[in-house]
């Protein structure tokens, strides 16, 4: 299967446990590869026949910064279920990572895959 990715997708939202994490918007990275056909996009040379990354990634954009949850687990299976709801994609692989928490680390984060039974048409 064929693949779209994101690399380093820079977010804002308000995230974390401690009350210290909740007075202002944190910094997470977000990794994406989302598996759909892009046969017709390799012949048509129209984007219209891929998978359109901008608008994966200003999607994700504005559920960061719409969210206030505790965990990253669960900011990360919000954006990885609208992928999976709004765009042609089979699988997606999210990665998000939350760099400025802990200063002896480069980051924390999570992994998420989601993938369903059969692969959507794209248009």
Not at 59 to 87: G, V, Y
Request: glycine letters at 4%; hydrophobic letters at 45%.
């Amino acid at each position: 299967m064929d693949k779209v990715f994101i690399k380093g997708l820079e977010l804002y939202t308000l995230i974390g446990v401690y009350d210290f994490e909740r007075n202002a918007k944190q910094r997470v990275l977000v990794d994406l590869e989302m598996c759909t056909d892009l046969t017709a996009a390799g012949i048509s040379d129209n984007v219209n026949d891929t998978l359109n990354y901008a608008a994966v990634a200003e999607r994700l954009a504005e559920l960061a910064n719409k969210a206030s949850f505790k965990l990253l687990e669960a900011l990360a299976s919000q954006m990885i279920d609208a992928i999976m709801d709004e765009f042609p994609v089979s699988s997606v692989v999210l990665t998000m990572h939350k760099p400025d928490i802990l200063k002896n680390v480069q980051s924390v984060g999570v992994v998420l895959h989601k993938q369903r039974s059969a692969a959507p048409k794209l248009n």
